[in-house]
């Protein structure tokens, strides 16, 4: 490179990056009041953000056991990070008012309006569809869905009766998930269409991994980094020509016949236009909603599913109770919606492999867009980033008995308990247990994932005899700063169950 070259771009570097220095100083003044892990310095700190990258659990645990009941804070590379602990700050939080901590402006700063664009952080429309007419249609769908899982575990787990099949895990999970879901979705036959499903796949991947990488991009550095990445816009384009016959299409058949045409099709673009009827949405913007559907679905449900099969493989001590309970379930009633919720074992043993293991460090992700005092008298500047623990919350013993003990019908037990009938389902929230978050801004799609997780679970069940490739029992988690994910890598041996 030449020397004028690089002169200039380091001058940009510095115009960008000094400013950033400088406001993160200012902004960290007014944290001081608010307790760290670890050295709290203008520069000591970034000692406990590298020690984050590979030690994130056991500070977040460090924090919560000091400093329980309050806020404390965890250094990153580029800012701090605010932690709310205790069932009475959680619930604030919770309560708190968007225009004073905001989620969608967490989101939109963490990678959202970088990658995708602000019209989905101005407008998140999806999420209306998920709350709405998705999940509304749970029941009607379900049968395509358990119908999707069956073929797919049958094409991707050549399984037989007589040897064991070794499979990847994750990648298998994922084709399965992301499959099912599109048949609820899209439907046939475009829920089988390789290239759809491969972009989905990809898209998902992407988004997450580019999540990760600008949360290490200092904010003046954002516009600059987000800008280099192409392959989201990509997937766009690609999702374009996949979707745009069926919309055109569908918009001439609205034009022609209304609403309420003949033969409506009850799918994903049905429910899209009606939420926009009111409200004028391109193509482009209908593509980007359903990526980013497709993106929900696909990584929290493959995530969440393969913490489920790493502990089924491990613990053969489970599958007799949950077999006899969904022969005694669907032999009786067959599949719906209401059968499916009368699965109590199989809802208690994921609820429970979830209570174990995360996606994250944190989770209810909230911006300050002012200055926001809690009940303690501790303020939350603006600018700031708030969140609550993950896993201490889930391990603490105020609210489990033998917290750290995995126990599959801990939760099934607890809703025999008096008044406790539907408090302890997969899908519950509340300040003990934060997996899709807590109030207004709960994940709205955790319904469908919670059915289409059980359904799985139980096709495996009834269908397979599983255990670990190695022998060595439940594969490890990878974790960098405040992610984790399940080993990606890891192998199960599934064989043909014999008919009974």
Known sequence: METPTFAALLLVFS????????????????????????????????????????????????????????????????????????????????????????????INEICMQLTIGPEHVDDPFHIEVIKRPLTNNIGAKLADVQDEIVTAFEDHIPATESEWTRIIAYPMIMDIVCRASNRMFVGLPLCRNPDWLELNKNFTIDVAK???????????????????????????????????????ERFEQETKY?????????????????????????????????????????????????????????????????????????????????????????????????????????????????????????????????????????TDANYYSDPNVFDGFRFERLREQDGENTKHQLTSIGVDYVLFGNGRHACPGRFFVANELKVMLAHVVMNYDVKMADGKGRPGN???????????????????????
């Not at 000094?18 to 760290?36: D, E, G, M, Q, Y």
């Not at 867009?369 to 609550?388: E, N």
């Not at 974790?479 to 199960?492: E, K, L, M, N, S």
């Open 210 to 248: 580019m999540a990760i990488f600008l949360n290490f991009v200092p904010s003046a550095l954002k516009p600059f980094a987000g800008s280099l990445i192409r392959r989201i816009p990509n997937s766009i384009n690609r999702g374009t020509k996949h979707f745009e016959p069926l919309l055109r």
């Open 478 to 500: 990878w974790q960098f700063g405040i992610h984790r994910t399940p080993d990606t890598t890891a192998q199960i041996l599934f064989r043909k169950r014999c008919a009974p």
């Open 15 to 106: 115009l960008l990056y000094v400013p950033s220095i400088w406001r993160t100083f200012l902004h960290n003044r007014k944290l001081r009041s608010i307790p760290a892990v670890g050295p709290s310095g203008t520069f000591t700190s970034y000692i406990g953000a590298i020690r984050l990258l590979r030690h994130g659990q056991e500070m977040m645990q460090e924090g919560y056991n000091k400093f329980h009941g309050s806020l404390f804070k965890i250094p990153t590379l580029t800012s701090w990070i605010i932690i709310a602990t205790g069932g009475k700050l959680i619930d604030e939080i919770r309560r708190a008012p968007d225009d004073a901590l905001s989620v969608f402006e967490s």
């Open 258 to 394: 209304g609403e309420d045409w003949p033969e409506r099709p009850n799918d994903i673009v049905t429910w899209m236009l009606e939420v926009t009827k009111d409200r004028q949405r391109s193509v482009r913007d209908l593509v980007i909603a359903v990526l980013l559907i497709n993106f929900a679905a696909i990584h929290t449900t493959t995530l969440s599913f393969t913490y489920t099969m790493y502990e089924l493989a491990t613990r053969p001590e489970y599958v007799k109770p949950l077999r006899d309970e969904i022969e005694a379930v669907i032999k009786g009633e067959g599949w719906s919606k209401d059968s499916v919720r009368k699965l109590r074992k199989v809802d208690s043993f994921i609820k429970e492999c979830l209570r174990l293991s995360n996606f994250s460090f944190v989770t209810m992700w909230r911006k300050a867009l002012k200055d926001f005092t809690l009940s303690d008298g501790t303020t939350i500047p603006a600018g700031s980033r708030v969140t609550v623990p993950y896993n201490p919350v889930h």
